[in-house]
């Protein structure tokens, strides 16, 4: 659904722009 796939586009994000160290650990690409 629409929540979901935002979050899923956050996540990568996320996942581009923190460095490994800083990421919070509930952080995940599913």
């Known amino acids: 659904d629409r929540a979901e796939m935002a979050d ?5 994000f996320v996942e581009r ?7 919070p650990k ?3 690409i599913k």
């Open 8 to 12: 899923g586009i956050l996540s990568v």
């Open 17 to 23: 722009n923190i460095p490994e160290e800083k990421k």
């Open 26 to 28: 509930t952080i995940k």
